[in-house]
């Protein structure tokens, strides 16, 4: 079965600075995507970033890259230069290679911007 | 195009009432997932169609949750005698459904569902 861990409930950090929010996931199968997704207070997943098992490069997506350390299982979000708008709810997620494969979601981590 | 879209957004209901929960899924795309995400918690899946065939109803977490895709675009999730513990957000998400693993699901805004 999948698993993914997201130990971090809170997260604060101030504008203009990275911060990593932690993924560690757990799998038997060789090919699969990971995800990662914000929910603002509106309640709406916005997709942010995406992962393949075999990408050997880490994703980027302007502000948002994700540190792939395959050997360790897991999937960091790194977001450089957070902005006011960047709190929120984050959520780390997998699927297999499938199609039609549903997400598995970890518990989230909140996100808090301050100026 | 426009997003996914989910109606109605807020819903209440007396326990032991019908209801009815409306996905308009982006145009074109063939896979619909359903998913439940209780308040603090990240989403559970509930179902997955491919076009209009249900192909996937592992998640729902009794008889009393029913969904259809008649026509392989809208899509209801129908819960029926509602129960206090269905109190959640109701998500609902569609992909292309054309690749594997890397295909993304874009989310609607969800159907906050509260059982007095």
């Known amino acids: 079965a999948q698993k993914i861990t997201q130990t971090q409930p809170g997260m604060f950090v101030q504008e203009k600075e990275a911060v990593t929010l932690d993924c560690t996931y757990d799998?038997?199968?060789?090919?699969?995507?990971l995800f990662w997704y914000k929910q603002p207070s509106s309640g709406e997943m916005i997709f942010l970033i995406y992962?393949?098992?075999?990408?050997?490069q880490n994703a980027t997506e302007g502000r948002y890259s994700l540190n792939f350390q395959k050997a360790r299982k897991s999937a960091n979000l790194v977001i450089s230069a957070s902005q006011l708008g960047d709190s929120a709810m984050y959520f780390c997620?997998?699927?297999?290679?499938?199609?039609?494969?549903?997400?598995?979601f970890g518990k989230g981590t909140t996100l808090s911007v301050s100026s | 195009g426009a997003g996914v879209s989910q109606s109605p957004r807020y819903k209440v209901a007396k326990r032991g009432q019908d209801v009815a929960l409306r996905c308009d899924p982006i145009?074109?795309?063939?896979?619909l997932f359903w998913y439940q995400q209780a308040l603090g918690q990240g989403p559970e899946f509930l179902t997955y169609?491919?076009?209009?065939?249900?192909?996937?109803k592992s998640g729902l977490p009794s008889d009393r949750f029913f969904a259809e895709r008649p026509e392989g675009s809208v899509s209801t999730l129908k819960i029926q005698r509602t129960q206090q513990e269905d109190s959640a957000v109701y998500l609902c998400?569609?992909?292309?459904?054309?690749?594997?693993?890397?295909?993304?699901?874009?989310f609607g805004p969800g159907t906050r569902l509260l059982v007095l």
């Open positions: 145009s074109g795309h063939v896979s």
């Open positions: 997620a997998m699927r297999g290679w499938q199609a039609g494969t549903a997400l598995i």
């Open positions: 799998t038997s199968d060789q090919s699969y995507g």
């Open positions: 992962q393949g098992s075999y990408d050997e």
């Open positions: 169609f491919q076009n209009e065939a249900q192909l996937d």
């Open positions: 998400a569609s992909s292309l459904g054309t690749s594997g693993a890397q295909e993304t699901q874009y």
